[in-house]
């Protein structure tokens, strides 16, 4: 049915924008980033703590001989921390040339939603730093908070990665 709406659409060249979208709970609630940006999604590794990092940095991994800094989410989000479980996975994506990790409590589902069942982000945004926001999906039964993953982590944060990962 999903298939004959959107060559319905085409029909009529009102083909609609899709979000490719990797979905992820940090404390309760459920974020999105764009799949394009996403590299791989694996299990918590053994996570090395660098002296004098800041407080969201979890340390460094070894990923195939790569070293890559590892950003704790629910700590850059001013949440409480949470020991990493079963469901924990980290994140890998490619920031502007950088590859970085990122914690969450658990990665959900791969998405393609309508960019029309997207808005703009409320004025006041409680939990997460508003500026970290691109989007506010509103799915059928949930809403999906959606990251801008390069607003995350500032330029000047993500030069002090590279001396991390020397």
Known sequence: MEETKDIKNAAQGKSEELLQLVSFNIGGEEFGVDILKVQEINRMLEVTRVPNA?????????????????????????????????????????LQGKVVGFVVDAVREVLRIPKS???????????????????VGKLEDRILI?????????TEER??????AA
Do not use: C, W
């Not at 959606?146 to 500032?154: F, G, I, P, T």
């Not at 030069?159 to 991390?164: A, D, M, Q, S």
């Open 54 to 94: 800041p407080e969201y940095v979890d340390g460094v991994i070894n990923l195939r001989g790569k070293v890559i800094p590892i950003i704790d989410l629910r700590r850059r989000f001013q949440m409480e921390r949470k020991e990493p479980d079963k469901n924990t996975r980290i994140v890998v994506v490619e």
């Open 117 to 135: 069942v997207t808005e703009p982000p409320p004025p006041i945004v409680a939990g997460v730093n508003a500026e970290y926001i691109t989007a």
């Open 146 to 154: 959606l990251l801008d993953l390069e607003k995350v982590l500032s």
């Open 159 to 164: 030069g002090k990665f590279e001396t991390l």
